[in-house]
Structures are given as C-alpha cells and as structure tokens.
C-alpha cells in the first residue's frame, strides 16, 4: 500500500486517480500508523516550502517522514514535495527542509537570463542522466513530462537522474538511496507519468 | 525546451460537448468524456473545458463529467464557465481541474484573480479574455462574447498578470469560427506586454494556421475546438506536421 501524505498542500485527487489507474492500492493520510504501515510513501505539494515545512512539523509528519526513510522505505516526493527531501530552501526566505537530498532550492528567475518565462510551466523533454536507475524501467530518454514550478535544485549532481533544459539544467528527477523526487507531476504528465509510477511502485524492498 | 502545446477546447452544455460559429447556432457534438479519451490519445497536451451551463441545477453534471474525466486522463485539465467566486474555484479544483479560467467572473469582481491567486497559485488561475475590434481598439467583450464591456483589452491584459493571473487565453472574436487563422495582429499586442504564456484561440481553420501562429512567436499553446470536434485537424497528424517544421512539440 502507498501512503499518500495529506498534510493541506495541494489536490491529491488526480495523484491518487492514477495510482487507481494502474491498480495501485494508495490511501490519502496524514495518520502517522498509516503512514508507517504503509510500503511506500508519496509526498506531494503544491505550494510554498516554508508553509508546507510549517504544516509538516504541525502534524507531526515532518520527522515521521525523515525516520521513514532511514529505515529504507521507498519515498518519492512530487513537485513541491520533491524539493521539501532537500536540505535548504530560498523561497522566500530560508528554510530547512528534510535533508533526505543534498543541495538546495533556489529561485530559477536569479539564473534565467534569456527571458525565458517563469514559472517553468508545460511540457519539457526529460534527459536521462543515469538510465541504469531502475524508475527509467518503463522510461526513455527524451520523454515529455509536465513541470509547474518557479523554484528548482541546486548543488544536487550527484542525486540527479535525469534533466530538463531550460536555459539552466533543471533537476528532474533526483534519487539517493530509497528516495526518489519528481520536480514534475508524474500525475499530470500522461503515460510517460504512469509509467514512473508504476516503476516506482514496481522498486524491489 | 519547452513544447508548444496544442489544446483542444470542449464546450459543455448539461453535461454534452457543444460548439457555436461566431458564439451562435450551436450544436451538440458528442460526448466530453468520449471526447476527451480521443484527444488525449492523440496527443493532446492538456483539455479545456467550458461550462456553459445556464442553471445551477444542471451544474453537478459538468462536474461529474470532469470527475470522470480526472479518473482516466492524466494531462492537465482546465475549467472555465460561470466561475464568479472562490467557491466556484474550489468546487472545480475537488473535482480534478489543475488550472481555473475566468472571464466574465472578473469583470464583475476585479479583486477575484488576485484572491485566487493568493489562495491557489498563480499557476492555477488562467484569465481568459474574449476580445473585438471597436473603433480600432481592442475591447474586452463579456457574457460569451455578447456584452461589449468598453474595456481596453490591452491594459486588461497586463492588469490580470499583474494580480495574479498564471496564464492568459486570448480569444479573438473577429476569427472566431471563421477558420482564416488566428488573429497574429491581436496576440503580438497583447504577447509583448505580458511575461505569462499567452494561449491563441479563434480562427484556426487548417494545420498551416497553427504554423502560422508558432512561427510568428505570439503565443505558446494553440487552442481550437471544432476543427478538431469535425476531426478537420487531427491533433497527431497536426503534432507530427508541427514537429517536421522546427516547432518543438511533444509528439
């Protein structure tokens, strides 16, 4: 069972449709029993990283999650919830974040110089950096995902699978150990997504 | 980089996909699910849907029919008709919606972008703007195209992105349903005064139009309904004809 955390950032509806979809048995929780009985873990987000932070430790989740993954459980964070897994953010302010993936987030129009618009909004080619990582199993290098997003990793080569080029090489896809971040929306990002969520939810315990 | 996105539009009636010429004589279509299936197995890269819906009563079949398409369709979906308030906002976002347009909802209420930005992002708000020709101005037309509001689409424009709007759809009512190409003049007007992606509608009629639009660099996404509705375009064979003409698209 995948365990997707509600912790008030963001709509889980289409998250949790397409593990439906592919017949993936997921609960919406932010029951810490739930969230430690479950085989996987998604954390998702839409939203600002120091609200999110703030409503992660409210619930008791924050380092529920980071314990989680030290004991080896398979976490894949979405979008927002892909840079809470970083160590640091700068989104309006600072912020400390998991730590579960080295590097930092940092606003994309400091190092977007060309009058690319921001947010990095639509559909973007993936370059698969490390295609050994078993995620890629039903991924090919090229493949268009979804992206919505203003901030973005920094300081992480040695975590990243994959990029996209948007004038700055923006980290895709990170993964140390058991867990895995999307800066894209896997549920968004129509059979190329599915296909990363299944691979996820197909990683050997 | 980023692909070009092609988006077809569905304008929902009682819970049928319908689509008018010029705004009148509409038709019934078929069905927005049935619909929605094929567009996304083309390669459509999101799906608009429009409630025109007159009654309140008859509102919970669109979102049914967004609901089901939000169960098997992964692509972003984006919701506009009769959203006037925060409320509307979040009846559509519960059922799937990534993204909510507004048009006649923030003329009424300046202030709603604003705090519907605040509330849910400004990637989630889409100010979509039907505009005429008056006098040699651009004005902001309302109530599907049929009120003339007097307001200056230009400066409407560049208002919306700034309280909040994520996006903007520009619906040329002068090529709307005449099938002669989208409206170029309007859109660089309206593209070199604003930062947020601007999505062309109105007057596609054959695949050389969207080519048209894309290399004039006026727009980032093409949206276009009953050329695609009557199967006129077929959207992978439009992707595919795009893509063999340097625009970069996800095919």
Not at chain 1, 56 to 70: M, N, P, R, T
Not at chain 2, 138 to 158: E, N, P
Not at chain 2, 176 to 185: R, S
Request: hydrophobic fraction near 40%.
């Amino acid at each position: 069972m995948i365990a997707i955390v509600d912790y008030g950032c963001g709509n889980l509806y289409s998250l949790q449709s397409s593990l439906n979809f592919l017949k993936l048995d997921s609960v919406i929780t932010s029951d810490p029993e739930i969230i430690k009985s479950a085989d996987r873990i998604i954390l998702p987000g839409v939203g600002a990283f120091g609200d999110a932070v703030k409503l992660l430790k409210q619930s008791g989740l924050f380092d529920l999650i980071k314990d989680e993954a030290k004991k080896g459980k398979y976490i894949l964070g979405i979008c927002l919830g892909m840079q809470l897994l970083f160590e640091k953010s700068y989104e309006y302010g600072e912020h400390i974040g998991l730590g579960l993936i080295k590097g930092e987030i940092c606003p994309l129009e400091n190092d977007i110089k060309g009058g690319l618009k921001i947010p990095h909004m639509g559909w973007n080619a993936l370059e698969i950096i490390n295609p050994k990582s078993p995620i890629f199993k039903y991924t090919n290098n090229g493949d268009y995902v979804y992206f919505v997003h203003s901030f973005y990793g920094k300081n992480c080569d040695a975590s990243l699978l994959a990029v996209s080029d948007y004038e700055v090489k923006v980290p895709a896809l990170v993964n140390e150990g058991n867990v895995f971040g999307a800066q894209f929306h896997p549920e968004k990002s129509g059979d190329v997504g599915l296909n990363l969520l299944k691979a996820f939810a197909e990683l050997e315990v | 980089m980023l692909a070009k996105r092609i988006i077809p539009c569905l304008d929902v009636r009682n819970g049928r996909v319908v689509k008018g010429v010029n705004f009148e004589g509409i038709k019934d279509v078929s069905s927005p699910v049935d619909l929605a299936r094929f567009y996304n197995k083309s390669g459509a890269d999101e799906l608009v849907f429009y409630d025109i819906t007159a009654s309140y009563e008859n509102r919970s079949l669109f979102t049914d029919v967004l609901k089901t398409v939000a169960s098997e369709i992964f692509i972003p979906l984006t919701v506009g008709g009769g959203i006037n308030t925060l409320d509307d906002f979040d009846r559509v976002l519960k059922c799937g919606a990534d993204k909510v347009s507004v048009n006649s909802g923030a003329i009424k209420n300046p202030a709603l972008i604003g705090d519907a930005a605040k509330k849910y992002g400004d990637q989630c708000v889409v100010l979509s703007m039907d505009i005429k020709r008056v006098d040699g101005k651009y004005h902001i037309f309302s109530t599907g195209g049929r009120v003339d509001t007097g307001i200056d689409a230009l400066q409407w424009a560049v208002n919306g992105e700034q309280s909040g709007a994520g996006e903007l759809v520009v619906n040329s009512i002068d090529t709307d349903g005449v099938k002669n190409g989208f409206d170029l003049e309007m859109l660089s007007e309206i593209q070199s005064r604003v930062k947020i992606p601007v999505i062309a509608s109105g007057g596609a009629g054959k695949k050389e139009d969207f080519l048209e639009l894309f290399k004039a660099g006026v727009a980032d996404a093409g949206l276009a309904a009953s050329v695609f509705h009557f199967k006129e375009i077929n959207i992978k064979d439009l992707k595919t004809y795009l893509k063999s003409n340097d625009i970069e698209m996800r095919v």
